[in-house]
T-cell receptor, first 115, second 116 residues
């Protein structure tokens, strides 16, 4: 019974490159959330997606960041032209529904390091 | 805007000591409250949650938390900690009402180290 899967677990990029982070939700879950944890800070909400739809992107930086959750395949968080300040742990969570009664299950995270 | 404050960033205890981790939130409406734990090298796991009803909530591994609405608090407690409780603990809040999303607002976390 696989949980939320994220890959890669560690990603190193040079400034200006692109980073692609993948999240496969738990079986039966169609709601995905992305959170970012900067050093010495708590997790901060970035974006909430359902299949093929972005529901809430109020936490996404205005530029360089995008997310998708296609009909088939994992959810992707894409960061273009990375900068050192993007270095963080990026966590994905999934839930069965959109009610707060539906627990969010978290993946192990992707640790992005920008050189 | 909603926010969550965790007062203790680092806590060091000896085994069998009692634990209380503070959590306060700022939001005037109906909230749901959570405590998550992250053991070294592992992903976040839900310890316990409060939606409504009895303000004293019991979770896994002997943890409990009390929701005090008048103080906007949701403190985590355990009567007797074990070395295996060494982890980082996160308090989180969400609100849900017609059309709003289920995003979690997290505190900055408390790193607990239990000495054998």
């Amino acid at each position: 019974n696989a949980g939320v899967m994220q890959n890669p677990r560690h990603l190193v990029r040079r400034r200006g490159q692109e980073a692609r982070l993948r999240c496969s939700p738990m079986k039966g879950h169609s709601h995905v959330y992305w959170y970012r944890q900067l050093p010495e800070e708590g997790l901060k909400f970035m974006v909430y997606l359902q299949k093929e739809n972005i529901i809430d992107e109020s936490g996404m930086p205005k530029e360089r960041f995008s997310a998708e959750f296609p009909k088939e395949g994992p959810s992707i968080l894409r960061i273009q032209q990375v900068v050192r300040g993007d270095s963080a742990a990026y966590f994905c969570a999934s839930s069965r529904g959109d009610s707060s009664y539906n627990e969010q299950f978290f993946g192990p995270g992707t640790r992005l390091t920008v050189l | 805007a909603q926010s969550v404050s965790q007062h203790n960033h680092h806590v060091i205890l000896s085994e069998a000591a009692s634990l209380e981790l503070g959590c306060n939130y700022s939001y005037g409406g109906t909230v749901n409250l959570f405590w998550y734990v992250q053991y070294p090298g592992q992903h976040l796991q839900l310890l316990l949650k409060y939606f409504s009803g009895d303000p004293l909530v019991k979770g896994i591994k002997g943890f409990e938390a009390e929701f005090i609405k008048s103080k906007f608090s949701f403190n985590l407690r355990k009567p007797s900690v074990q070395w295996s409780d060494t982890a980082e603990y996160f308090c989180a809040v969400s609100s849900y009402y017609g059309g709003a999303t289920n995003k979690l607002i997290f505190g900055t976390g408390t790193l607990l180290a239990v000495q054998p």
